[in-house]
């Protein structure tokens, strides 16, 4: 009998041990202590409120209750908490929960909680869930509309045995009003989104790094004439042209965490045979490993620009053929200055090459050595390209240095043609120049005879 005030401790400690719970035969045996003694003293613990007990089968089974520190629970958690007697009559309320229900705890204690006219609790549906609560704990999400706002919280109802044996219910409300609506804000944004998305004229497509598509919206279903259904999930891939079908592969094996982005101009073969241009930008998403999880890629069809850009150097050749048959040195600018396009008569008439003045600076600098007559020169050419319109000339005449030093006194006649550039006819007038200084000798010389 001198070991008996150490029981209850040793049983404690044995169902702490085994929480799915323990038969009378169980704890004597691991205890050490004869049945109808562990049998006395299980009954004494259920009765304080320390050990529960469950029927199964014909046994009984003893686990350690659930006892609720009503300080700690109480006084150190953010939650809302609210705890019922057997009787679903309120007996203890948190400060957290009247100042978030604004309630006073007079009002409350001793009330049924159908009578005690709380938000979400003091409903017929709170009052089912505990009723119905066959397990220790059972959670739940409730929300509820007070002046045109919804709040949203989690309700957890805790089966609860106070210190004199009495069970009770202990109900947690986590208010999680701010999360919820965040999280609706963020799914109308993806809503919104998507809804962008899928109204683009661009194409927009996602697929993985095995070519499955994972998204395509309504604009690249209509270009290639393909339902969603028969896309998503599939490794579709329009028919490329060869050379493009190769600088694509090696345009998405070269994307790296550093590099994910890059585009790519590529034909593609319609069923009717159409050969069209698309333009794409591809992204790579890369994993926390550097491992490409899958491809954003937004596109767009530049067939028109294409045609438009051929048809434009086809007439780029022929005018070019045309100014290398002119008798006149001529040249084109564009309109930073630079020198795309100078015929065989310049280099005859000045020796410069088009890798000599590639700018319009390199032609200034070599053409106009004297510093101050070259500012003259840029001065006037400025004021000339601010004045001229498309189509309309402005003559000028200035001296020009050739490549072997000669001086020769140029007559200039620019033309700005419709996209911005300068098309420029040269005429060397130094003999002309002479002539004329020579009637003014002679003409002088005969005035004074």
């Given at each position: 009998m001198s070991h008996e005030p150490a029981i209850?401790?040793?049983?404690?400690?044995?169902?702490?041990?085994?929480?799915?719970?323990?038969?009378?035969?169980?704890?004597?045996?691991?205890?050490?202590?004869?049945?109808?003694?562990?049998?006395?003293?299980?009954?004494?613990?259920?009765?304080?409120?320390?050990?529960?007990?469950?029927i199964i089968g014909n046994a009984k089974l003893?686990?350690?209750?659930?006892?609720?520190?009503?300080?700690?629970?109480?006084?150190?958690?953010?939650?809302?908490?609210?705890?019922?007697?057997?009787?679903?009559?309120?007996?203890?309320v948190n400060d957290q929960f009247l100042d978030h229900f604004q309630i006073n705890k007079d009002d409350l204690i001793g009330l049924h909680i159908l009578d005690a006219d709380i938000p979400i609790i003091s409903t017929q549906e709170t009052l089912d869930i505990i009723e119905a609560t066959k397990t220790e704990r059972v959670g739940i999400d409730l929300s509820f509309c007070q002046n045109q706002d919804e709040f949203?919280?989690?309700?957890?109802?805790?089966?609860?045995?106070?210190?004199?044996?009495?069970?009770?219910?202990?109900?947690?409300?986590?208010?999680i009003t701010e999360r919820k609506r965040a999280e609706l804000a963020v799914r109308e944004s993806e809503e919104m989104y998507r809804n962008v998305v899928m109204d683009q004229t661009e194409f927009i497509c996602?697929?993985?790094?095995?070519?499955?598509?994972?998204?395509?919206?309504?604009?690249?279903?209509?270009?290639?004439?393909?339902?969603?259904?028969?896309?998503?999930?599939?490794?579709?891939?329009?028919?490329?042209?060869?050379?493009?079908?190769?600088?694509?592969?090696?345009?998405?094996?070269?994307?790296?965490?550093?590099?994910?982005?890059?585009?790519?101009?590529?034909?593609?073969?319609?069923?009717?045979?159409?050969?069209?241009?698309?333009?794409?930008?591809?992204?790579?998403v890369f994993d926390e490993n550097g491992i490409v999880r899958e491809y954003q890629s937004v596109g767009r069809d530049i067939t028109e620009q294409k045609n438009a850009e051929a048809q434009l150097r086809t007439s780029e050749g022929r005018l070019r053929h045309i100014?290398?048959?002119?008798?006149?040195?001529?040249?084109?600018?564009?309109?930073?200055?630079?020198?795309?396009?100078?015929?065989?008569?310049?280099?005859?008439?000045?020796?410069?090459?088009l890798e000599d003045i590639p700018a319009g600076k390199d032609w200034f600098t070599l053409a106009y050595p004297d510093p101050s007559y070259r500012e003259e020169v840029?001065?006037?050419?400025?004021?000339?390209?601010?004045?001229?319109?498309?189509?309309?000339?402005?003559?000028?005449?200035?001296?020009?240095?050739?490549?072997?030093?000669?001086?020769?006194?140029?007559?200039?006649?620019?033309?700005?043609?419709?996209?911005?550039s300068e098309f420029i006819l040269y005429e060397d007038i130094t003999e002309d120049r002479q002539v004329y200084d020579l009637l003014i000798n002679e003409i002088d010389q005969l005035r004074r005879e």
């Open positions: 209850p401790d040793k049983i404690l400690r044995a169902l702490r041990l085994r929480p799915k719970g323990m038969t009378i035969t169980n704890i004597a045996k691991q205890i050490g202590v004869t049945r109808n003694s562990v049998s006395k003293h299980l009954e004494i613990l259920h009765i304080g409120g320390k050990v529960d007990v469950s003893y686990s350690l209750a659930h006892y609720i520190p009503m300080s700690d629970f109480l006084c150190f958690t953010k939650n809302l908490i609210l705890i019922l007697d057997s009787g679903r009559r309120i007996t203890q949203f919280y989690t309700m957890e109802v805790i089966k609860t045995r106070f210190e004199d044996g009495e069970a009770g219910v202990t109900i947690v409300l986590d208010n996602r697929f993985l790094p095995d070519g499955t598509h994972v998204f395509v919206n309504e604009a690249y279903c209509r270009y290639f004439g393909i339902n969603r259904e028969n896309i998503i999930g599939s490794r579709f891939k329009p028919a490329l042209h060869p050379d493009d079908r190769e600088r694509l592969a090696r345009l998405l094996s070269s994307r790296t965490p550093d590099n994910p982005t890059e585009s790519i101009d590529q034909r593609i073969y319609m069923p009717d045979g159409r050969e069209l241009w698309q333009r794409w930008n591809v992204r790579a100014i290398e048959l002119l008798p006149l040195a001529a040249a084109i600018i564009d309109p930073d200055g630079n020198y795309t396009f100078i015929n065989h008569r310049f280099t005859e008439m000045f020796g410069y090459t840029i001065a006037a050419w400025k004021a000339d390209r601010s004045a001229l319109r498309p189509g309309t000339a402005r003559p000028r005449k200035f001296w020009v240095q050739c490549r072997n030093g000669d001086t020769k006194l140029i007559f200039f006649q620019p033309v700005e043609l419709c996209e911005g």
